[in-house]
């Protein structure tokens, strides 16, 4: 399940990760740590560039694992649709 917070507009779930989704890149916290990713806001929805869910801030030197990364993705894909936005994922 999905909430919105109004005043920040983040989108958090109840299984402990959320994002907040801005004009070119979406914000992602999980466990204490967080990702910035490249996106682009469209009219319906977004474009989430995969090639940018890369690293957490918190640990530039270290690449998130292909598995992790879908998985990643599939959360914000989630998140997002559950507000009515489309998601394409390049």
């Given at each position: 399940?999905?909430?919105r917070r109004w005043f920040s507009g983040e989108i958090v779930s109840g299984e402990g990760f959320s994002i907040l989704p801005k004009r070119d890149q979406i914000i992602y916290r999980e466990k204490g740590r967080t990702l910035r990713m490249t996106a682009d806001m469209g009219t319906r929805g977004f474009t989430v560039?995969?090639?940018s869910i890369a690293?957490?801030?918190d640990a530039p030197q270290?690449?998130?694992s292909p598995p992790e990364s879908i998985r990643i993705a599939g959360n914000v894909r989630r998140a997002l649709e559950s507000q009515g936005r489309e998601v394409d994922l390049q």
């Open positions: 399940m999905f909430r560039f995969l090639d690293r957490w801030d270290s690449a998130i």
